[in-house]
């Protein structure tokens, strides 16, 4: 027993009532909106902030998420970018004093065929260049850190090496969340959950408010728009079209067996990707599905994908049940690359376009948007992530970094 009921436990984040005005108003209470407001107030003592959440903190990608971290990306822009995340994921338990559970146990894309290896072997250079650790390894090493994946030459698709990144692992995202939500919360962060936000005032080509689904107009020169899922209907509200297309991606999770499993394991060409959790589920997810959809519901085409896969892959899991599936919403943007800093409306952010990449960037993205809006300029961190890119033709291509295929 110990001795705690519900109703003793600490409070997280604190309920208080809307202000009429805010110096910046976020839109979405996951762990983007949170990690932004957070250092907004951590970083530049900005603190008159609210999050908005039409929903609870987490409800979104960050609590649907795999929980997957890694830095091993295809362009210099896109390892420095989410390397910093992973230097701040790795001390975020003692900055928060929160435990956010992270496990740097290693990542492994196994590589089916000789295109794929090419693309470890370029994926290898770009991050050992921006000082990433990662390298190629072949099977007998892949056996060694995976004692029951299948790696011999008589399978439909052998292995034959992988991309091995060993600060990749996993986190305890829920954890992420709510360790933000008190940081913030501890700086005067107002959070205000079950608040749709149902309009954005623009005047003179400026932000000025937004209108909420509870009938408040709360004040402000700056919004920024910290969703997924939502992310073009809340630009839209502030007149700014975005390149963003929404496909459903889903997850399951079996019931929980014994460790054996300490690496991440990912498969392009089996669109599967594979972790056990601290609580000795194993994760499992796969490629978007192939039509764009604000559905978050699971379908069984999707579990029997999975688990056909995930059986080519460690046919010893044949007897595992599922117990849950879920989906997340990802915005697909043209070059698999995120859209952020400032729009041609002034005081309006984005923070959007996070495709399946969204929860392994909430800090970096938190410290970099509060950086743009603090100094009124998009950060070097972020500078080549800009919405203007599109028109410019400076595309940052990421797809080649997926964790499967989409
Ligand atoms: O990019 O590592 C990844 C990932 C895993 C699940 C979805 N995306």
Redesign the pocket.
Known sequence: QHGLSGADWPVTFRSHPKRDSYDVVIVGGGVHGLATAYYLAANHGIRNVAVLEKSYIGSGGSGR??A?L?SNYLTPEGVRFYDRSVKLYEHLAAELNFNVMFSQRG?LTLAHNDASLRTMRWRTEVNKLQGVDSEVIGPDEVKKLVPYLDTSSTTRYPVLGALYHPPGGIIRHDAVVWGYARGADAHGVHIHQKTEVVGIDVEGGRVTGVRTDDGHRIATPVVVNCTAGWSTLISDMAGVSMPVQTFP?Q?AVTEPVKPFLDT?I?SGTLHV?VSQTDRGELVF?ASVDPFASYSTRGSLEFAEGVAGHVLELMPALSKMRLLRQWAGLCDMTPDYSPIMGPTPVGGFYVDVGWG??GF?AGPVSGEAMADCIANERPPEIISAFGLDRFEAGRLVGEKG????GH
């Open positions: 998420n795999t997957i890694r990542h991606l997850a991440v990912v990707y997810g399946t990449y392994k970094a997926a964790a499967v």
